[in-house]
């Protein structure tokens, strides 16, 4: 059996790639942090196949001892301080652990994979939010990156370090530079989200109003469980390489807003969503849309799910978790 190393077990894309690796046969090992983390009773619970195995992004030495403890064919790095709006708040923290988080992770396999006859195979979670102020669009592998916020700037180093790794000791690190992608196990943080949340509660009756910041910006949003297919694509190709993983079509927050608010039967939403500058960021990310040509081409990946789907999928879920937790029968909407 293969065996993988998953670090962000508990996120929304550890969560689904557990799940994929263990319907293709794989001995999943999972990295939790903390000494009594609740969301690792969470996954035991959920999804009991997974091994846990503890350790932090911000300390080497539990890194290498879960490397040697879970002896991994496949290693999957995707924590991080993953909020690009806390990010401007704990800028130091998500360096450390966005940025250089990656570095202490790929020491781990060069220390410890050294020793093994197979080298391990390295996978990191790079974000379309390197590219910042787009300098292209569509973009590309080749566009050059213009990061505007604390995280995306710890995502760059966390990708170049990447390449580094690769080239100086020729080991197989790919990085995925994937665009948005979102689903029921998206935390209700980000904002579709926290949009088809609020949809539902509103439908529910459980809350009046939606406080958002800009409504203009442009999303090129897709499904999380279609993405980790294509991250462990990367590591079974010949070469380790970089690849774009996108739907190419993007849509503004007005738009999802007005899609979540539809699919509970509210039309008139402007009555419910207020703007506030909380939730605005000192820079901004206007518009990303991703062209996925060489993730298609070389890795023949392609998204499954479209944009419509995605929000009717989590306008679905939160109805039901929303009216369960209250105790309400889910209205036929
Ligand atoms: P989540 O925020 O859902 O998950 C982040 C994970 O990182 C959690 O499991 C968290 O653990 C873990 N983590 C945080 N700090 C540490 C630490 N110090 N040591 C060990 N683990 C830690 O993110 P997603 O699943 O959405 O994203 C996965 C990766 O992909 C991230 O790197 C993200 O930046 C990147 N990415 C995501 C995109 C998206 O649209 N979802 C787009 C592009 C890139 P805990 O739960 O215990 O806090
Ligand atoms: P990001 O693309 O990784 O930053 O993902 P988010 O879901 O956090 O934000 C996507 C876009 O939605 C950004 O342009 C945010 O500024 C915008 N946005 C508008 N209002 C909100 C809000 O209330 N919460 C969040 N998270 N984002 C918001």
């Given amino acids: 059996m293969p065996r993988a190393l998953v670090t962000g077990i508990t996120g929304q894309d550890g969560q689904h790639l557990a799940e994929f690796l263990h319907t293709k046969g794989y001995d999943v090992f999972g990295l939790v942090k903390g000494q009594n983390n609740p969301k690792g009773d969470a996954i035991r619970k959920e999804f009991p196949f997974v091994q846990l195995v503890p350790g932090d992004l911000a300390d080497l030495t539990s890194l290498i001892q879960a490397v040697e403890v879970s002896a991994p064919d496949e290693v999957y790095n995707l924590a991080a301080i993953s ?73 760059v180093f966390g990708h170049d370090i990447v390449v580094n790794y690769r080239e100086s000791y020729d080991m197989f690190a790919c990085s995925g530079i994937l665009f948005n992608h979102e689903g029921p196990r998206r935390g209700l943080e980000f904002v579709t989200r926290k949009v088809t949340n609020a949809a539902a509660r509103i439908k529910l009756g459980l809350q009046h109003e939606l406080v958002l910041g800009t409504l203009d910006t442009k999303r090129d949003w897709g499904y999380a469980g279609d993405y980790v ?87 679905a879920h939160d109805l039901q978790w929303e009216a369960s937790k209250a105790g309400i029968t889910t209205p036929d909407v």
């Fill in 83 to 155: 909020f690009v709006a806390m990010s401007f708040n704990q800028a130091e923290l998500t360096a450390n652990l966005t940025g250089l988080g990656v570095l202490r992770m790929l020491e781990a396999v060069r220390i410890v994979g050294g020793n093994q006859a197979n080298p391990m195979r390295f996978y990191q979670a790079s974000s379309s939010e390197m590219f910042g102020k787009v300098r292209e669009t569509p973009q590309t592998e080749r566009t050059p990156f213009h990061p505007r916020s604390p995280y995306g700037c710890a995502k």
């Fill in 229 to 315: 297919k294509a991250m462990w694509l990367m590591l079974q190709q010949d070469e380790p390489d970089d690849y774009v993983v996108a739907t190419g079509v993007t849509h503004t927050i007005e738009t999802m807003v007005e899609l979540a608010f539809t699919e509970v039967g509210i039309a008139d939403w402007r009555q419910y969503v207020r703007q506030d500058p909380r939730f605005t960021r000192p820079a901004e990310v206007d518009l990303l849309i991703g062209d996925a040509s060489k993730a298609r081409d070389k890795l023949g990946w392609k998204p499954e799910v479209d944009f419509a789907d995605l929000i009717k999928m989590m306008v």
